[in-house]
């Protein structure tokens, strides 16, 4: 099968590196080497057996870009909102360009990992109602937690709306005045686990998302840092 061929300027706005007029601009003053020959026209088509050159930085390309952040407990998860902080802010400028957002959602008050992506059939599947993906929790609690709570989690829990959630797994790792536990849902509703908590006569303190499927946080990732994912992690997307 041929390589597919795009035109140099969009692919280098793809990248983050401007609008069409910013590239068309960088192209003009010889900034930009395809396969060793700097080249000035945009609308050269390359594909990514090509090595492009943008000043000094030879470009690591690829057909789709995903990227893992530790999210912040300060955003909303959004590419743009007119009154809210969002995740996109945390991303770095040519970052922000380069049409990625993010895969589902956390909460504003909830920290943990989130997947960024440029893949729109990934975040299709990831997010359809017919695929259930396991999200992993770490959650602290106002209240003690018991057997029964581990059973209503595991049976559904009616939530104030009248939904009744689909069985989820609680694991309790200590339970006291302030407990701590693991938290696995297949769904995700609006604030669900803090809103399945209530239900039980608890509230959440902290909550943080640990893994999505088979991709787990990196431990590393300070809150609100980010990075993209490995080739080992792209190929576990697969079981996502």
């Known amino acids: 099968m041929a ?10 706005s793809n990248l983050g590196f401007g609008s069409r007029t910013d590239v ?17 026209d945009g609308s050269r088509k390359v594909s990514l057996l090509d090595k492009i050159i943008f000043g000094e930085e030879e470009l690591v390309r690829n057909e789709y870009y995903y990227f893992m952040m ?31 957002f993010p895969v589902g959602r956390l909460d504003k008050e909830t920290e943990g990992l989130l997947i960024f992506t440029t893949d ?39 939530l104030d709306d ?8 609680l694991e309790i790792l200590a339970s006291d005045v302030n407990s701590k536990a693991k938290v696995i849902i297949r769904e995700g509703k609006y604030r669900q686990i803090r809103r399945m908590f209530v239900t039980l006569g608890k509230t959440v303190t902290y909550l943080r998302r640990e893994k999505m499927g088979a991709i787990q946080l990196d431990p590393n990732l300070r809150v609100g840092d980010y990075r993209e ?12």
Do not use: W
């Open 24 to 40: 068309k601009r960088d192209l003009s003053k010889g900034l930009v080497q395809v396969n060793g020959s700097i080249i000035k």
């Open 70 to 100: 530790n999210k912040a407990p300060d955003c909303i998860t959004a590419t743009e909102d007119p009154k809210e902080k969002t995740v996109m802010e945390y991303l770095n400028g040519r970052h922000r360009q380069m049409n990625l």
């Open 162 to 169: 009248g939904y009744v959630t689909l069985p989820g797994k």
């Open 229 to 240: 994912l490995t080739k080992d992690e792209i190929s576990l997307l697969d079981r996502i």
């Open 3 to 12: 390589a597919k061929l795009e035109r140099l300027d969009k692919v280098l």
């Open 120 to 158: 729109g059939n990934f975040a299709h599947h990831y997010t359809s109602p017919k695929h259930l993906i396991d999200k992993e929790y770490y959650a602290e609690v106002e209240g003690s937690l018991t057997d029964a709570d581990v059973e209503a989690f595991a049976a559904g829990i009616e």
